[in-house]
T-cell receptor
């Protein structure tokens, strides 16, 4: 089983649509969870951290289900500028431990 | 948002040559990381560095790779004898006391 697994997409949605991405992780001891966004040939940029209680930042909502080892990202009212690859990222341990990346889910928002 | 910078942005080299990739971290962020991303693949961890020593490395980070902070500020990744399969985007990342890692813009390495 992959450490962090995502549906690669692509998800093609019209502007204004709501889209949801899912991610599962294999290590139940994982400590921290993030969604990063990556534009073509650019660096990953932090979109938001994911907390057990769920968190929202504008049009973006992230949820974590530790029992199912499942993370989600919901984007409401999609904009053209949301087109990117969304990376599910997990820190398997605290301290100096590296991030483990999923392969990403590609989103294409169309006019 | 804090900014990590990297140089060069692009590097083309011949197989067997040495390359040094440089990173200027965020001031007071003491945890350093190198990741790589082969075209079309996921981001992969190479090495983490803290308190002037390697704290963790992946199986990718073999004897051909080394890291250091030569002047106490910049953070470098050296590949001693490049191979074709080293062609990738190399990202430096940096974090402070919180969990968030900030990534530099990357160096695109092409080995011919």
């Amino acid at each position: 089983r992959k450490e962090v697994e995502q549906d690669p997409g692509p998800f093609n949605v019209p502007e204004g649509a709501t889209v949801a991405f899912n991610c599962t992780y294999s290590n139940s001891a994982s400590q921290s969870f993030f969604w990063y966004r990556q534009d073509c040939r650019k660096e990953p940029k932090l979109l938001m951290s994911v907390y057990s209680s769920g968190n929202e930042d504008g049009r973006f909502t992230a949820q974590l289900n530790r029992a199912s080892q499942y993370i989600s990202l919901l984007i409401r009212d999609s904009k053209l500028s949301d087109s990117a690859t969304y990376l599910c990222v997990v820190n398997m341990d605290t301290g100096r431990r590296a991030l483990t990346f999923g392969s990403g889910t590609r989103l294409q928002v169309q006019p | 948002e804090p900014e990590v910078t990297q140089t060069p942005s692009h590097q083309v080299t011949q197989m067997g040559q040495e390359v040094i990739l440089r990173c200027v971290p965020i001031s007071n962020h003491l945890y350093f990381y190198w990741y790589r991303q082969i075209l079309g693949q996921k981001v992969e961890f190479l090495v983490s560095f803290y308190n002037n020593e390697i704290s963790e490395k992946s199986e990718i980070f073999d004897d051909q790779f080394s890291v250091e902070r030569p002047d106490g500020s910049n953070f470098t990744l050296k590949i001693r004898s490049t191979k074709l399969e080293d062609s990738a985007m190399y990202f430096c990342a940096n974090r402070g006391d919180l969990e968030t890692q900030y990534f530099g813009p990357g160096t695109r390495l092409l080995v011919l």
